[in-house]
């Protein structure tokens, strides 16, 4: 949806609410038996339930569910409620989305690759390799084409989706050994998702897709000889300096992640215009609020790794990140060439990162390596 289309609809809610009020505040006690129906706060009160992937109040994931179960309840002013619930408090991580679908429950949380299994096309748009930053993203989701591929995506699975929260850049990753070359990841056990996996996995590597909260035992057991989870913030919640020696940057297979809100098809049709706005709005609200709280608690997280807990952090070798990036275009096309939807989101993903990129190298592009030099 486009923002002017955005800004009707909250305008329209508003004014439709004040036109009704106006209304009913002119009528006389006599007229109380009138056809007019009553306002819609003393009836029709709905009660949903949200289920996530994320472990119960986890940082940053768990707690941006959280504020939107309660920015909903609030801003509906009680007539739609939000109960949010861990995982695994009503269904597994990975069976949100066809809990949802099937309308076992009305809302769910999580991130667009945990359904690549359903829709191939999903990955594209949680985070693409060496892709576009979370405000180039944001951009296409408010600007371009992105709300709609998105809400084409989400409903062939049941659902209508929103952009509920961005990780911004991710870190690379934990490793078990110092990753010199791409051999490296030849043989590697390492938890990675969505279309970084899929490179992971043209590297050599043995994928493995956990749920967050299975992923620190996993590591610790041997399970896995690698990790990636979110960036320090989450990591250091996780604790998985404990297990891995070697922290590396940058997250190539994630720039900016993207966090969805999916709602019941039906559930959110049979929605008065006023509470999809409230919906909507809260969404828009926790996308931005999760990525702010992300890029002020990440840094002192990090220090806390390697000042408190020796974390060796590394860089991905140049060689590593050129080989990477070849096969993340190998690895997207292959996906593309089988699957017309995907194709569809690719193609104007790409587009949109290109002029993007353009500008961004010359506004934070330039700007960072001369305020760097500054001070």
Request: aromatic share 10%.
């Amino acid at each position: 949806m486009k923002r002017r289309d955005f800004v009707a609809g909250v305008t329209g809610a508003v004014v439709g609410g004040a036109a009704t009020y106006g209304v009913l505040k002119s009528k006389k006690p006599a007229e109380k038996k009138s056809a007019m129906p009553a306002p819609a706060v003393n009836k029709g009160l709905k009660e949903w339930r949200l289920v996530t992937t994320w472990p119960k109040n986890f940082p940053g994931l768990g707690t941006g569910a959280n504020l939107l179960g309660e920015l909903i309840t609030k801003g509906s002013d009680g007539r739609l409620t939000v109960k949010v619930f861990g995982a695994k408090e009503v269904v597994p991580a990975f069976e949100s989305l066809d809990a949802v679908a099937n309308g076992t429950v009305q809302m769910g949380h999580g991130a667009p690759y945990y359904w690549k299994g359903k829709q191939a096309a999903a990955q594209f748009l949680a985070s693409v390799p060496f892709g576009m930053t979370a405000q180039e993203v944001n951009a296409w989701y408010q600007w371009g084409n992105g709300q709609k591929l998105a809400d084409e995506v989400y409903a062939k699975m049941g659902c209508k989706f929103f952009p509920s929260g961005n990780t911004g850049v991710q870190a690379g990753g934990w490793f078990n050994k110092e990753m010199n070359s791409l051999d490296d990841y030849k043989g590697l056990k390492m938890r990675i998702p969505g279309l970084g996996g899929e490179v992971v996995k043209a590297a050599g590597g043995n994928v493995i897709n956990l749920p967050g909260g299975e992923i620190p035992p996993a590591l610790q057991s041997g399970a896995l000889d690698a990790t990636e989870w979110v960036g320090p913030y989450n990591d250091l919640a996780f604790g998985l300096y404990k297990s891995a020696k070697y922290y590396y940057f940058p997250g190539w297979h994630e720039p900016a992640t993207v966090l969805d809100n999916f709602i019941n098809m039906k559930a959110w049709e049979s929605l008065p215009s006023d509470l999809q706005a409230v919906v909507q709005t809260a969404n828009a609200a926790v996308n931005q609020i999760v990525l702010s709280e992300f890029v002020a608690r990440n840094n002192a997280a990090l220090s806390t790794l390697v000042n408190k807990h020796n974390v060796q952090l590394r860089g991905f070798p140049d060689e590593v990140l050129k080989g990477l990036g070849g096969l993340a275009k190998q690895v997207m096309n292959d996906i593309v060439s089988k699957d017309p939807l995907s194709r569809k989101v690719m193609d104007d993903y790409v587009k949109f990162r290109a002029d993007a990129a353009e500008w961004s190298s010359r506004s934070e592009g330039a700007y960072l390596p001369a305020r760097q030099k500054a001070l």
